[in-house]
């Protein structure tokens, strides 16, 4: 896949062409906005909204208004209205430095993914014991039997059932899960476990590793 | 302010009124008095001309004619008196009464002018009297007396009194009419200023307040007022400005930091990746920490757009996301609360402070524990419990816990992520709507937090 990094910043830019690169992508890097617009098209457009020469928005209206690329903004501002108003200008997704490769590459596919929803190579539905996840229809069934979750549930199982058995860290199902940057307690994902594992009715699918994070058991 | 202002021209104005009114009255009075005893004595002297021939006996005049005539024109009595005291007309007769006991008619007779006041008990008041002696060659023949009751002449001065009262009362209603509106227009531009600070205060820096044309202190006072509103206003742009600053320059470093390390992953051998692993997990609570304090600062500067917000409706819906959690911890989580409890706050805001305080009660509960979430309307406020059986706080502690990055003891379970600015940011955005948060201890053990939000009438 063909990624755009619009990115004034060599010491973010150097790393993260890098390591997307380590990732699969294939990536062309731009400094400045009016670069940006005068690139050959690519599968999916990383924009910074600090720019030398044009404001990170007007880029992404632009990119916008003369096709549907996918857009993913990524930005040092936290606010909610930045956020707004880049979701509103046509971005597809708002991330916030600084993030990991592993949630930046999540949001990647999740944004593809939306855009193209026909797209061969979605995943089937994933199976671990009696219970089934199926990214595409964002649907839950446990025994056969459809479990209804919240999309914050349902994000946090599918995360777990990316690698079933491995412990996923609390710091990166925050990122990943949660708006970046959200900032309250973190007990807030406790809490969400704790109705994952009700509405599932199995509550040892989902292991506590103390002070570390989370597993989904890998049934024997 | 306004009353200050009208109490204080009414009492001046009754001051003069009282000052100017009172001597007139009683200036009034007295020349009263006198006028009416230079008519009296006037008429006396008339009288004794008309009827001193008679009174020798050599005339034959009509006395009682006379008297009677006198006393229908004027209303005082009038008696002719005999060398002897006897009565030879009286204008209000009284049978066979002799006059010779009255110290004027004595004095009359005597041959001396009698006037004066004095209590009469025949009548049972205070009258005026004027006795002339009727005289001709050295030879007194009898008296002519003249009498009015005092209430003759305080009947005049009563009603002058009464006048003067009246006048007074006017003045005073004029004066307050007009000093009424002198004192709403004087207190117009504090009234103003008033409301330009109250709404500054509450978070609105944009609010000016107007420059009123005319007296110069108010003039001056508004112009202070708006210096010191940009002032303040700058100030916060500053600080908002700076907020946003440090989050990008914090940020982009971090970042710049975290791909980095994770650059580093594939190329360490495996005995390096505890401490990369480490390293990432440090740089991603640094950026917990700048996450947080820009949370507080936004918290600090936060505005307040209050909605009607049903408490009881948030504090049930934040008991069915926290219960499975408490039930796998082996603690009761509680909720009494009755019926609808509307309050003025924030919308969202509410959801934030019960997560951060159940996340804390919850931590401090042993298994087995009980947290209580109660409230109720008290007054003009909503006021919430939430309670646990942890081990408590000492009053040094409850006094130091919304300091920012205090960090009281482990919670129960040992786990131990924040930086000790949950509560900080909870009372900040509770300042914010007007409400407000306390620590006390519960009773038995455990802490007991108070929180308080403006109550409201509308659902």
Same mark, same amino acid.
């Given at each position: 896949?063909?990624?755009?990094?619009?990115?004034?910043?060599?010491?973010?830019?150097?790393?993260?062409?890098?390591?997307?690169?380590?990732?699969?992508?294939?990536?062309?890097?731009?400094?400045?906005?009016?670069?940006?617009?005068?690139?050959?098209?690519?599968?999916?457009?990383?924009?910074?909204?600090?720019?030398?020469?044009?404001?990170?928005?007007?880029?992404?209206?632009?990119?916008?208004?003369?096709?549907?690329?996918?857009?993913?903004?990524?930005?040092?501002?936290?606010?909610?209205?930045?956020?707004?108003?880049?979701?509103?200008?046509?971005?597809?997704?708002?991330?916030?430095?600084?993030?990991?490769?592993?949630?930046?590459?999540? /949001?990647?596919?999740?944004?593809?993914?939306?855009?193209?929803?026909?797209?061969?190579?979605?995943?089937?539905?994933?199976?671990?014991?009696?219970?089934?996840?199926? /990214?595409?229809?964002?649907?839950?069934?446990?025994?056969?039997?459809?479990?209804?979750?919240?999309?914050?549930?349902?994000?946090?199982?599918?995360?777990?059932?990316?690698?079933?058995?491995?412990?996923?860290?609390?710091?990166?199902?925050?990122?990943?899960?949660?708006?970046?940057?959200?900032?309250?307690?973190?007990?807030?994902?406790?809490?969400?476990?704790?109705?994952? /594992? /009700?509405?599932?009715?199995?509550?040892?699918?989902?292991?506590?590793?103390?002070?570390?994070?989370?597993?989904?058991?890998?049934?024997? | 302010?306004?009353?200050?202002?009208?109490?204080?021209?009414?009492?001046?104005?009754?001051? @003069?009124?009282?000052?100017?009114?009172?001597?007139?009255?009683?200036?009034?009075? *007295?020349?009263?008095?006198?006028?009416?005893?230079?008519?009296?004595?006037?008429?006396?002297?008339?009288?004794?001309?008309?009827?001193?021939?008679?009174? %020798?006996?050599?005339?034959?005049?009509?006395?009682?004619?006379?008297?009677?005539?006198?006393? *229908?024109?004027?209303? +005082? !009595?009038?008696?002719?008196?005999?060398?002897?005291?006897?009565?030879?007309?009286?204008?209000?007769?009284?049978?066979?009464?002799?006059?010779?006991?009255?110290?004027?008619?004595?004095?009359?007779?005597?041959?001396?002018?009698?006037?004066?006041?004095?209590?009469?008990?025949?009548?049972?008041?205070?009258?005026?009297?004027?006795?002339?002696?009727?005289?001709? +060659?050295?030879?007194?023949?009898?008296?002519?007396?003249?009498?009015?009751?005092?209430?003759?002449?305080?009947?005049?001065?009563?009603?002058?009194?009464?006048?003067?009262?009246?006048?007074?009362?006017?003045?005073?209603?004029?004066?307050?009419?007009?000093?009424?509106?002198?004192?709403?227009?004087?207190?117009?531009?504090?009234?103003?200023?008033?409301?330009?600070?109250?709404? @500054?205060?509450?978070?609105?820096?944009?609010?000016?307040?107007?420059?009123?044309?005319?007296?110069? %202190?108010? !003039?001056?006072?508004?112009?202070?007022?708006?210096?010191?509103?940009?002032?303040?206003?700058?100030?916060? &742009?500053?600080?908002?400005?700076?907020?946003?600053?440090?989050?990008?320059?914090?940020?982009?470093?971090?970042?710049?930091?975290?791909?980095?390390?994770?650059?580093?992953?594939?190329?360490?051998?495996? $005995?390096?990746?505890? &401490?990369?692993?480490?390293?990432?997990?440090?740089?991603?609570?640094?950026?917990?920490?700048?996450?947080?304090?820009?949370?507080?600062?936004?918290?600090?500067?936060?505005? $307040?757009?209050? +909605?009607?917000?049903?408490?009881?409706?948030?504090?049930?819906?934040?008991?069915?996301?926290?219960?499975?959690?408490?039930?796998?911890?082996?603690?009761?989580?509680?909720?009494?609360?009755?019926?609808?409890?509307?309050?003025? @706050?924030?919308?969202?805001?509410?959801?934030?402070?019960?997560?951060?305080?159940?996340?804390?009660?919850?931590?401090?509960?042993?298994?087995?524990?009980?947290?209580?979430?109660?409230?109720? *309307?008290?007054?003009?406020?909503?006021?919430?419990?939430?309670?646990?059986? +942890?081990?408590?706080?000492?009053?040094? %502690?409850? &006094?130091?816990?919304?300091?920012?990055?205090?960090?009281?003891?482990?919670?129960?379970?040992?786990?131990?992520?924040?930086?000790?600015?949950?509560?900080?940011?909870?009372?900040?955005?509770?300042?914010?709507?007007?409400?407000?948060?306390?620590?006390?201890?519960?009773?038995?053990?455990?802490?007991?937090?108070?929180?308080?939000?403006?109550?409201?009438?509308?659902?």
């Amino acid at each position: 896949m063909e990624v755009l990094l619009v990115e004034d910043d060599d010491t973010i830019a150097v790393p993260l062409v890098k390591g997307l690169e380590r990732e699969g992508f294939t990536v062309a890097r731009v400094a400045g906005g009016s670069d940006a617009l005068a690139a050959p098209a690519a599968d999916l457009v990383l924009l910074d909204l600090v720019l030398p020469d044009l404001d990170g928005y007007e880029v992404c209206r632009r990119l916008r208004a003369r096709s549907d690329v996918p857009i993913i903004v990524i930005s040092a501002r936290s606010e909610e209205v930045d956020r707004v108003v880049g979701l509103e200008i046509g971005a597809d997704d708002y991330l916030v430095k600084p993030f990991g490769f592993r949630e930046l590459v999540a /949001r990647i596919h999740a944004v593809t993914r939306r855009r193209q929803p026909s797209r061969t190579g979605d995943p089937d539905p994933v199976r671990i014991g009696p219970l089934e996840l199926d /990214r595409r229809t964002r649907r839950v069934r446990m025994d056969g039997e459809e479990v209804a979750l919240t999309a914050k549930e349902f994000d946090l199982l599918a995360l777990l059932a990316e690698d079933p058995g491995a412990v996923c860290t609390r710091q990166a199902i925050l990122e990943a899960v949660w708006d970046a940057h959200w900032y309250g307690p973190t007990k807030t994902l406790d809490v969400h476990v704790a109705s994952l /594992r /009700r509405k599932l009715g199995d509550p040892t699918m989902i292991e506590t590793v103390r002070g570390v994070g989370f597993r989904l058991c890998d049934p024997p | 302010m306004t009353r200050r202002l009208l109490l204080s021209y009414l009492s001046l104005t009754a001051f @003069v009124l009282l000052v100017l009114e009172v001597p007139l009255g009683v200036t009034f009075a *007295r020349s009263e008095r006198r006028q009416l005893i230079e008519r009296v004595r006037h008429d006396a002297f008339a009288l004794v001309l008309l009827s001193e021939e008679t009174v %020798e006996g050599t005339g034959r005049a009509d006395l009682p004619g006379l008297v009677a005539g006198y006393q *229908r024109t004027t209303g +005082g !009595r009038a008696t002719i008196i005999d060398a002897r005291g006897g009565s030879l007309a009286d204008s209000t007769p009284s049978a066979g009464e002799s006059f010779a006991n009255r110290p004027e008619i004595q004095a009359a007779l005597a041959g001396r002018e009698a006037v004066g006041w004095r209590y009469s008990r025949t009548l049972g008041q205070r009258l005026l009297y004027v006795a002339v002696p009727v005289a001709s +060659g050295g030879r007194v023949h009898g008296a002519v007396r003249i009498t009015y009751p005092s209430s003759f002449v305080e009947r005049r001065i009563r009603r002058t009194w009464l006048l003067l009262g009246g006048i007074g009362a006017v003045v005073l209603a004029t004066v307050f009419l007009i000093s009424f509106w002198l004192a709403r227009s004087v207190t117009r531009p504090l009234r103003e200023l008033e409301a330009a600070a109250a709404s @500054v205060g509450r978070g609105q820096l944009a609010t000016r307040a107007r420059v009123p044309p005319g007296p110069r %202190e108010p !003039r001056a006072l508004a112009i202070a007022f708006n210096e010191m509103a940009v002032r303040l206003e700058s100030l916060v &742009d500053a600080q908002q400005r700076f907020v946003a600053d440090a989050s990008h320059q914090l940020r982009t470093p971090l970042a710049a930091l975290r791909l980095r390390l994770e650059n580093l992953n594939p190329e360490l051998p495996q $005995s390096a990746r505890d &401490d990369l692993d480490g390293a990432i997990a440090e740089s991603w609570r640094l950026s917990r920490l700048v996450d947080g304090l820009l949370a507080l600062a936004r918290a600090e500067q936060a505005g $307040s757009t209050p +909605g009607v917000v049903d408490v009881a409706g948030v504090v049930s819906e934040r008991h069915a996301a926290w219960s499975d959690l408490a039930e796998e911890r082996g603690v009761r989580l509680e909720v009494a609360l009755r019926g609808q409890l509307p309050a003025l @706050v924030t919308p969202g805001r509410l959801d934030q402070v019960l997560d951060n305080l159940l996340a804390n009660a919850l931590d401090a509960s042993p298994p087995g524990g009980r947290v209580a979430v109660t409230g109720a *309307r008290s007054g003009d406020l909503v006021q919430l419990h939430v309670t646990d059986e +942890g081990p408590g706080l000492s009053a040094e %502690e409850r &006094d130091r816990a919304f300091d920012r990055f205090w960090q009281g003891a482990t919670g129960h379970d040992g786990h131990r992520g924040g930086f000790g600015l949950g509560l900080a940011i909870v009372r900040q955005l509770l300042i914010a709507d007007g409400g407000s948060i306390e620590l006390r201890p519960a009773t038995g053990a455990g802490l007991d937090v108070v929180v308080r939000v403006r109550a409201t009438d509308l659902v």
